[in-house]
C-alpha cells in the first residue's frame, strides 16, 4: 500500500469532517464511520495505481489491430475498477448517512439515453441486445443526474450480467400519473425466491450454482446502492422473478416534476480550438503522476508546461511562470493544497489562473474546502486525456480568457 506522509495530511482532514447537524449520521454506529474511513483511504490508494493504467492507455498510439484492442481492453478495465471504487465508497457513505444529493429539474430520458449509450459495451461484449421502449410524454424528475444515471446502470448491468448471450434486456420508461416509472427486464438466470425479501440489502447474493458462474465483479453492493439512491429521491424500487431460470424484472418509481426550458448547455457548440497555448504548471510530488499529467497535456498540443513537487517549489516557479492553468495533487509534502491554491491567489497576477485540484479524495468537505481556498475544478483521479480536454475547454476558463484579452 501506497504510504506518505502528505496523504496523512489530507486523510486527517477528511475524517475530521463531522457532519454537522446531519441527524442520520450522528446516528451512525461507529463501526460504520470506521468502514466509511477505511473505504475512503482504499478509493484513494486505489485511484493511484488506476491514474497510471488510464494515462498509459490514453498515451498508447495504436498501429494495428491488436494494439487497438488492448487500448480498448485496458480502458474497459480501468473504468470496471474505477466504478468499484467508486460504490465502495458510496456504499460506505451510505450507511454513515453521508451520502448527498444535488438534485435539480432532469429530463430523465437523457439520462437514459446516456446510460444506454454506457452500457452498449457491455451488452456487445455479451452478445446481448437492449429494447428500449420510452413513453412520449415528458418524463422530467427533480434527481441528481449522476445518481438517477448510478441506478440505470447498475440494474442494466446487472440485466446483463446474469443473462445468457443472445438473450434480450428490455428498458421501458413511462410516465404513471405522478410517477415516472423505469422498467429493467431480462431474460436471464432468475432469482430464488428466497433472496427476492433480501435482495436489496448490502452483500446480499445468490449462492445458486448458475448465479456464482457469473462472478464477474461482484461485490454485493449495486442493489442496495440503488435503494439508497432511489428512496432518497422519495422513491421506489421493487423487483419480481418466476424463480430460476425464468429472468428477472426490477421497477423503479420516482415522483415526475414539471419540465423546465433551459438553455442547452451543448459543449459541441464550445470552441474545439484545442490548438491555443497554454502556461500550465502541473503540481504533485508523485513523480510518476506528475509524469503522467505533464505528458497527457503534451498529447493534447503545444502548451509550455512545467512542474513542481511540492508547495514551496510551486511559489517559486510562479515568480518566473505565471501559469494560466495549474493542475495539483491536494496532498503535497509541506504545505497541503489548499493552502498553495490560497498562496497562488494573493498573487495579483496568479488572481484568475485556473486552479484545478487532481485528487484521490473523493470527500465532499474537501470539495467545498477546496472551492473557497479559490480552486476552480475539482477532479477524481485516474486523469484521462478526456478529463483534461473539459479542462482545457472549460466555459470557466475560456470566460475568463476573454475577459483578461
Ligand atoms: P452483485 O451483482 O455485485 O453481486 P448486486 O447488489 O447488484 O451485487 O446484486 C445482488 C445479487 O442479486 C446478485 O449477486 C445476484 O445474486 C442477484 N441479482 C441482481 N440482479 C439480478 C438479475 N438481473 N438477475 C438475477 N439475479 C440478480
Given at each position: ?17 463531522s ?13 460504520d ?41 485496458l480502458r ?20 454513515s ?19 444506454v ?49 443472445g ?113 500550465v504548471l ?20 503545444e ?79 485516474p ?13 470557466q ?9
Amino acid at each position: 500500500m501506497i504510504h506518505d506522509q502528505s496523504d496523512e495530511r489530507i486523510r486527517h482532514s477528511t475524517q475530521d469532517h463531522s457532519p454537522s447537524g446531519d441527524s442520520a449520521a450522528e446516528a451512525a454506529s461507529g463501526a460504520d464511520q470506521q468502514l466509511l474511513r477505511v473505504c475512503s483511504v482504499l478509493a484513494h490508494e486505489l485511484r493511484n495505481p488506476l491514474n497510471v493504467i488510464q494515462a498509459s492507455a490514453d498515451m498508447m498510439n495504436p498501429k494495428s489491430d491488436a494494439e487497438l484492442h488492448l487500448q480498448s481492453s485496458l480502458r474497459n478495465q480501468v473504468e470496471r475498477m474505477t466504478h468499484l471504487v467508486d460504490d465502495l465508497l458510496d456504499m460506505s457513505r451510505s450507511t454513515s448517512g453521508k451520502f448527498q444529493l444535488r438534485c435539480e429539474p432532469v429530463d430523465l430520458k437523457v439520462i437514459v439515453q446516456s446510460a444506454v449509450q454506457n452500457m452498449s459495451s457491455m451488452l456487445t461484449s455479451h452478445q446481448q441486445s437492449l429494447e428500449l421502449l420510452i413513453d412520449d410524454q415528458p418524463c422530467w424528475v427533480n434527481a441528481d443526474a449522476y445518481r438517477v444515471s448510478q441506478v440505470l446502470i447498475n440494474l442494466l448491468s446487472n440485466a446483463s450480467k446474469y443473462s445468457g448471450e443472445g438473450t434480450q434486456v428490455r428498458l421501458e420508461v413511462s410516465r404513471q400519473n405522478a410517477l415516472i416509472e423505469i422498467r429493467v427486464i431480462d431474460e436471464g438466470i432468475g432469482i430464488e425466491p428466497d433472496l427476492l425479501p433480501d435482495i436489496f440489502d448490502f452483500f446480499a447474493q445468490s449462492t445458486s450454482r448458475v448465479s456464482l458462474e457469473h462472478r464477474e465483479g461482484r461485490l454485493g453492493i449495486g442493489l442496495g446502492l440503488v435503494k439508497s439512491i432511489v428512496e432518497m429521491h422519495d422513491g421506489s424500487v421493487q423487483v419480481r422473478s418466476g424463480g430460476p431460470g425464468c429472468g428477472s424484472e426490477f421497477v423503479v418509481r420516482v415522483p415526475a416534476c414539471e419540465p423546465v426550458d433551459r438553455p442547452s448547455n451543448n459543449t459541441n457548440e464550445l470552441s474545439m480550438d484545442m490548438q491555443r497555448s497554454y502556461r500550465v504548471l502541473v503540481v504533485d510530488d508523485r513523480r510518476d503522476n506528475e509524469f503522467i499529467v505533464r505528458s497527457l497535456v503534451a498529447k493534447l498540443g503545444e502548451h509550455d508546461v512545467r512542474s513542481a513537487h511540492n508547495g514551496s517549489a510551486a511559489i517559486a516557479a510562479l515568480e518566473s511562470f505565471v501559469p494560466e492553468i495549474v493542475i495539483m495533487d491536494l496532498g503535497l509534502p509541506d504545505i497541503t493544497g489548499l493552502e498553495l491554491a490560497r498562496e497562488i491567489r494573493k498573487i495579483d497576477a496568479c488572481r484568475e489562473t485556473f486552479l484545478v485540484a487532481l485528487t484521490g479524495y473523493d470527500d465532499n468537505r474537501l470539495r467545498q474546502e477546496a472551492s473557497s481556498a479559490g480552486i476552480d475544478l475539482y477532479r477524481l483521479k485516474p486523469v484521462s486525456i478526456d478529463m483534461l480536454k473539459e479542462v482545457f475547454l472549460h466555459p470557466q476558463l475560456m470566460n475568463r480568457e476573454l475577459m483578461t484579452g
